[in-house]
C-alpha cells in the first residue's frame, strides 16, 4: 500500500482522546494566550508531550498529559483544542470521528461542567464548518474519582445527547478498578439509554472485557487482553461487540511487548469485529495513516482490507442509521 493513497482514501475514526491529540504548535499556542509557559524549543516540547520509545508502563504513558492539561482549563483552550483534532482529521480524509474527554480534567480553573463541553461541541461544530469533518464527542467519567461524581458525567451525557454527546466511557486506571466496581453507575447509563464503549482489557484480564460486555458496552477501548481468554470470543460474536484498537498505542503502554503477540489476526480469524484508531495523536506521535501502515508492514493488510476495517467502525459508530448509510456508501465509493 503507498501512503499518499491510504491518506487520501476516505477513513473512519472511532478512539480519539482530545487531551492527548493536540498538535505542539497549537498547545504552545493556547499556553501563551493564558502566560503559561512552556518550552519555547518544539523538539523539547515535543519531548514532554510525546511518549518515548521505551514507555515503561501505562502510568508513563499518561505521564504526558499532565502538561496538556494545565493548559486546557478555559473555554477558548477547550475550543481550540477541539478544532484542532478536527483540522488534523481532515488532513488525511476522515469522514467521521468521534473525540473523547473526560469533562472533571477541565475544572482547575473554575469551569462548570456544562461550560466545559459546550466548548470542546462548538470547537467541533467550527471544525465541521471549516473542513467538513463531521463529528461527535464521548464523555469519559475517569474510574479513580468517586461514583457520584462520574454519575454527573453520565447526567451530563444525557442533558448534551441532542447536542452532539453521543456516549459515554470509563477511562483512566483499569487494574485498580474493573468494570464491576461501577455496575451502578452504568446501570444508570443504560437505563437513559446512553450509548456505551468502555476502556477495558488495556491491560490487566480478558475478563474485564467480557465483564463490560455484559455491563452494556457495545464497543471495547483497546480490549487487547482479550487474547489470552478465548473462552469470552463468542460472546464478543454474539453480541457484535466492536474492538476499537489503537496499535501504536498498545506497544508504547505495554500491552504487548512483541508483535507475534498482538491480536490483530488472532481477532479478526476469530469474527471479532476490530476497528483502527489514533488513541492520542500527539502522545503516540502517529495517524490514522500511520496506523494503516503499519498493519500493512506488520500483516500485509490490503485496501480492501482497510476499507472492511472502516466499515467496522461505521456499523460500530454512534450515529442514526441513515447517517451510517451515507458514510458506508462513501467508503464504497471511495475504493
Not at 510525546?50 to 477558548?76: G, M, W
Not at 490487566?204 to 487474547?227: E, P, S, T, Y
Request: proline share 4%; glycine share 6%; with cysteine.
Amino acid at each position: 500500500m503507498k501512503r499518499e493513497l491510504v491518506k487520501s482514501l476516505p477513513k473512519i475514526e472511532l478512539h480519539c482522546h482530545l487531551d492527548g491529540s493536540i498538535r505542539p504548535e497549537t498547545l504552545q499556542e493556547i499556553a501563551e494566550k493564558q502566560g503559561i509557559s512552556l518550552p519555547a524549543d518544539n523538539d523539547q516540547l515535543k519531548e514532554q508531550l510525546i511518549a518515548p520509545k521505551d514507555c515503561q508502563s501505562l502510568a508513563d504513558y499518561l505521564q504526558r498529559f499532565d502538561l496538556v492539561l494545565t493548559c486546557l482549563q478555559t473555554e477558548e483552550a477547550l475550543k481550540a483544542a477541539a478544532f484542532d483534532v478536527i483540522s488534523q482529521a481532515s488532513e488525511e480524509n476522515i469522514h467521521y470521528i468521534e473525540v473523547r474527554f473526560a469533562p472533571s480534567l477541565h475544572t482547575e480553573k473554575g469551569l462548570s461542567l456544562p461550560k466545559i463541553v459546550s466548548a470542546v461541541l462548538a470547537g467541533l461544530e467550527q471544525g465541521q464548518q471549516e473542513f467538513g469533518v463531521k463529528s461527535n464527542a464521548l464523555l469519559c467519567g475517569m474510574r479513580h474519582e468517586e461514583l457520584n461524581e462520574i454519575e454527573k458525567i453520565v447526567h451530563l451525557a444525557e442533558e448534551f445527547k441532542k447536542s452532539g454527546i453521543v456516549g459515554f466511557d470509563l477511562a483512566g486506571n483499569e487494574l485498580d478498578f474493573p468494570p464491576y466496581t461501577f455496575e451502578e453507575t452504568l446501570g444508570l447509563v443504560n437505563q437513559l439509554n446512553i450509548p456505551l464503549t468502555l476502556h477495558a482489557g488495556e491491560c490487566g484480564c480478558g475478563k474485564n472485557v467480557a465483564d463490560a460486555v455484559h455491563l452494556g458496552a457495545k464497543r471495547i477501548g483497546h480490549g487487547i487482553a482479550l487474547k489470552d481468554t478465548p473462552e469470552y470470543f463468542s460472546l464478543l460474536q454474539e453480541k457484535d461487540t466492536l474492538i476499537e484498537m489503537c496499535p501504536t498505542s498498545n506497544f508504547q503502554t505495554k500491552t504487548v511487548t512483541h508483535l507475534a503477540d498482538y491480536p490483530f489476526r488472532l481477532f479478526l480469524d476469530n469474527g471479532i469485529n476490530i476497528c483502527i484508531n489514533t488513541d492520542n495523536r500527539t502522545v503516540s506521535d502517529t495517524t490514522l495513516t500511520d496506523e494503516f501502515m503499519k498493519l500493512h508492514e506488520w500483516y500485509g493488510i490490503t485496501y480492501a482490507d482497510m476499507e472492511q476495517l472502516n466499515h467496522n467502525a461505521v456499523n460500530g459508530a454512534f450515529i442514526s442509521e441513515s447517517e451510517k448509510q451515507i458514510l458506508h456508501e462513501r467508503l464504497t465509493s471511495g475504493y
